[in-house]
């Protein structure tokens, strides 16, 4: 099991809000935390998300996270295993 942190930032949140809730929801076992900061004035809604699961599963998330556009995904993995 590993422990990380996933951040996207969603450069038209209104356009994939839905799509990304969809597939944050389908990982919700491995979820342990979400955090949400919309920038309106920006146009721009940053999301972290702090995981537990075995490395290919976040790496499963992370990479349908990052096909979707208008979405930009960084992923940091805890060193402890």
Do not use: C, W
């Amino acid at each position: 099991m590993r422990i990380a942190v996933i951040s996207l930032v969603l450069d038209e949140p209104k356009k994939v809000q839905k799509e990304v809730n969809e597939v944050i929801s389908s990982y919700k076992d491995i979820i342990r935390g979400r955090m949400g900061i919309p920038l309106d004035r920006e146009n721009v809604s940053i999301i972290s998300i702090a995981v537990i699961g075995e490395a290919d599963t976040i790496n499963a998330f992370t990479g349908r996270l990052g096909k979707i556009d208008h979405v930009q995904v960084k992923t940091s993995f805890s060193k402890k295993q």
